[in-house]
């Protein structure tokens, strides 16, 4: 059953015990390629460790989605019981290409398929939600695909379900609100996607998700929309949070167009095991600060 998913990065202290999760919080972030978690002890303050897992065989088509998502998370929980044990909290994100935002005085909960269907292709197979993100006042209207989101409420039937980017913009709100008094970019790096955000002092003023095939195309983005919003590229601070190292191609390009390019940071208000040390403090940014967010 293991060759259903391929564990891709593995940190987990020794000290985490399958008999203390009613002490931890479980956190975890989905999509159609796999999953990732981190452990939170809340008694110490301390995430214990994150363990990311894809699926071995993903296939785009509709059709194969159910058999192999089923199979690959029966068979990840079969490997990693403790993933259905009883925890202190449990959140889960999903993240999807799929989402719009509404600002709250023009939100209707009865027209999230409306408004999806404004900027997407209509699909049958999928179910709308929607996510309120209080500091902001605007609503993250998102769908996930129908037979994805069984088999996760057939595993956590009683947790909600967040959209990643919910998770992203409230974190970066929250730990850059004292720090966010100009313009300011943050690029968040997912596999094959990524994220923009602008903050005009501590108000977001935009954002948006593209995909993407190489370095250049990420740069000619970002580069492009602040062109368009008027903004000189070498007096705009560009935070990189996500899957980007200095050793990069994406940090040494940037740095030939922006002046001011920088890492996020883990969230001082935590501790951490040593076994972060071997992973990138921007790496996983919504994952890690996802205790802080949603309502």
């Known amino acids: 059953m293991a060759n259903h998913f391929t564990v891709v990065l593995n940190k987990l202290d020794e000290a985490f015990s399958v008999q203390e999760t009613r002490n931890y919080g479980l956190f975890i972030q989905f999509n159609?390629?796999?999953?990732?978690?981190?452990?939170?002890?809340?008694?110490?303050?301390?995430?214990?460790?994150?363990?990311?897992i894809k699926r071995t065989e993903f296939q785009q088509r509709q059709g194969?989605?159910?058999?192999?998502?089923?199979?690959?998370?029966?068979?990840?929980?079969?490997?990693?019981?403790?993933?259905?044990?009883?925890?202190?909290?449990?959140?889960?994100?999903?993240?999807?290409?799929?989402?719009?935002?509404?600002?709250?005085?023009?939100y209707d909960a009865n027209e999230?398929?409306?408004?999806?269907?404004?900027?997407?292709?209509?699909?049958?197979?999928?179910?709308?939600?929607?996510?309120?993100?209080?500091?902001?006042?605007?609503?993250?209207?998102?769908?996930i695909p129908t037979l994805i989101l069984d088999e996760i409420k057939g595993i956590y039937p009683h947790t909600r379900i967040y959209h990643l980017s919910t998770i992203?913009?409230?974190?970066?709100?929250?730990?850059?609100?004292?720090?966010?008094?100009?313009?300011?970019?943050?690029?968040?790096?997912?596999?094959?996607h990524f994220d923009l955000m602008l903050f005009d002092g501590r108000q977001m003023s935009y954002f948006n998700s593209f995909s993407y095939l190489n370095p250049e195309d990420i740069t000619y983005y970002l580069i492009f929309v602040l062109e368009q919003l008027n903004i000189n590229p070498e007096n705009i601070p560009v935070v990189l949070l996500g899957k980007v190292d200095r050793s990069s191609n994406l940090f040494e390009l940037l740095q030939r167009y922006i002046k001011h390019v920088e890492f996020g940071r883990r969230n001082d208000s935590f501790k951490f095991s040593y076994v972060f040390n071997q992973v990138q403090a921007q790496s996983f940014y919504p994952l890690l600060n996802f205790t802080l967010c949603g309502s």
């Open 168 to 192: 992203l913009m409230e974190s970066v709100l929250i730990n850059f609100k004292n720090r966010i008094n100009t313009n300011r970019v943050f690029l968040h790096l997912r596999e094959k």
């Open 64 to 106: 194969g989605i159910k058999d192999s998502f089923h199979d690959f998370l029966k068979s990840v929980v079969t490997a990693m019981p403790w993933l259905k044990n009883p925890y202190k909290l449990v959140k889960i994100a999903y993240e999807s290409k799929k989402h719009t935002l509404i600002p709250a005085p023009l």
């Open 112 to 143: 999230l398929e409306n408004y999806l269907n404004f900027n997407y292709k209509s699909d049958p197979e999928e179910k709308a939600f929607s996510d309120h993100l209080v500091l902001m006042d605007t609503y993250n209207v998102f769908s």
């Open 32 to 52: 159609e390629s796999g999953l990732a978690y981190c452990v939170l002890d809340y008694r110490r303050n301390k995430f214990m460790g994150v363990q990311q």
